[in-house]
């Protein structure tokens, strides 16, 4: 289960904080990731980040957010700066789940609106 949190409006150049919280029961969470959709979109990956701590971000977002983890709390950030218009989007939370060396599952949290205005 996953629980977002943190969306809302921001002006252009602001900044927001998402937030989610993974609630495993079973199974090893390997990697946490966000998604955003654009209406009419399908989602598009924002952001990954490995058990590890090794992180991707979309070349649209980089230099602008940062995503982070907390293993020991299974919650995952998405610190957004310098934020635009054009990243208006509803912003999901993904996370993968490992139960075995062959069986990864991911899940999906509810959707958060970020609402930029010019």
């Known amino acids: 289960q996953l629980q977002a949190s943190g969306g809302g409006l921001a002006q252009r150049g602001g900044s927001l904080r998402l937030s989610c919280a993974a609630s495993?029961?079973?199974?090893?969470?390997?990697?946490m990731s966000w998604f955003r959709q654009f209406p009419g979109k399908q989602r598009e990956l924002v952001a990954v980040?490995?058990?590890?701590?090794?992180?991707n971000l979309a070349d649209s977002v980089k230099g602008r957010f940062t995503i982070s983890r907390d293993n020991a709390e299974n919650t995952m950030s998405l610190q957004m700066n310098s934020l635009k218009p054009e990243d208006t989007a509803v912003y999901y939370c993904?996370?993968?789940?490992?139960?075995?060396?062959?069986?990864?599952?991911?899940?999906w949290g509810q959707g958060t609106l970020v609402t930029v205005s010019s």
């Open positions: 980040i490995s058990s590890g701590g090794n992180t």
């Open positions: 495993v029961t079973s199974g090893r969470i390997y990697d």
């Open positions: 993904n996370v993968r789940i490992q139960f075995s060396t062959t069986d990864y599952r991911a899940y």
